[in-house]
């Protein structure tokens, strides 16, 4: 049974990504108008607001990812998408290990990619990571008590530190 995806047209897409702005956007569909021949990524691409390979993967593959049940790791989706290359997701990957700070907000945080483009991509294809942290298996909450995230020992110092100070030490103004 062939099934019929609704898509959303190309344009639309890069804009809800975060890779063009609405303006950009309106700029190429002017454009469009006077140069039928010439697809919108082309023209976006002219205009050098985006890559070939990104609109091609936003044009011809994104529709059938997010309709997958299988998924790849993140990192394999921008990569596809030509936001990122094989050695910053090797980079991304060897700090995640050092910080355990999740694969997206790493890419964000090194400017490879914007908030929203990570929030796209996490809605369209992991929707049920977008609330998480951004720390890998991040447990602790507010109602916690501090012992039972910070080890003991750090405790004992921090106890250390305050049971030094003396009052006499502190100049009052009158």
Same mark, same amino acid.
């Given at each position: 049974?062939?099934?019929?995806?609704?898509? +959303?047209?190309? /344009?639309?897409?890069?804009?809800?990504? $975060?890779?063009?702005?609405?303006? @950009?956007?309106?700029?190429?569909?002017?454009?469009?108008?006077?140069?039928?021949?010439?697809?919108? /990524?082309?023209?976006?691409?002219?205009? /050098?607001?985006?890559?070939?390979?990104?609109?091609?993967?936003?044009?011809?593959?994104?529709?059938?990812?997010?309709?997958?049940?299988?998924?790849?790791?993140? $990192?394999?989706?921008? @990569?596809?998408?030509?936001?990122?290359? +094989?050695?910053?997701?090797?980079?991304?990957?060897?700090?995640?290990?050092?910080?355990?700070?999740? &694969? $997206?907000?790493?890419?964000?945080? +090194?400017? =490879?990619? +914007?908030? @929203?483009? =990570?929030?796209?991509?996490?809605?369209? =294809?992991?929707?049920?990571?977008?609330?998480?942290?951004? &720390?890998?298996?991040?447990?602790?909450?507010?109602?916690?008590?501090?012992?039972?995230?910070?080890?003991?020992?750090? =405790?004992?110092?921090?106890?250390?530190? &305050?049971?030094?100070?003396?009052?006499?030490?502190?100049?009052?103004?009158?």
């Amino acid at each position: 049974m062939n099934i019929m995806f609704k898509t +959303k047209p190309l /344009g639309e897409v890069l804009c809800e990504a $975060g890779l063009i702005s609405k303006a @950009q956007l309106e700029v190429a569909l002017y454009d469009r108008a006077n140069y039928q021949e010439m697809k919108i /990524g082309e023209i976006l691409n002219y205009r /050098g607001w985006i890559e070939v390979p990104t609109a091609d993967f936003f044009a011809e593959e994104w529709s059938g990812f997010t309709q997958q049940k299988e998924k790849y790791p993140l $990192g394999f989706y921008l @990569q596809k998408a030509a936001l990122i290359n +094989k050695e910053q997701v090797g980079s991304i990957l060897q700090e995640q290990n050092q910080t355990s700070v999740r &694969f $997206g907000s790493l890419a964000v945080l +090194k400017g =490879l990619i +914007k908030q @929203q483009t =990570l929030d796209f991509f996490l809605g369209n =294809l992991f929707p049920q990571e977008v609330d998480k942290s951004s &720390f890998i298996d991040a447990k602790i909450t507010v109602d916690e008590e501090p012992s039972n995230y910070y080890s003991q020992a750090q =405790l004992d110092a921090s106890e250390t530190i &305050f049971e030094e100070e003396d009052d006499d030490d502190i100049v009052w103004v009158d």
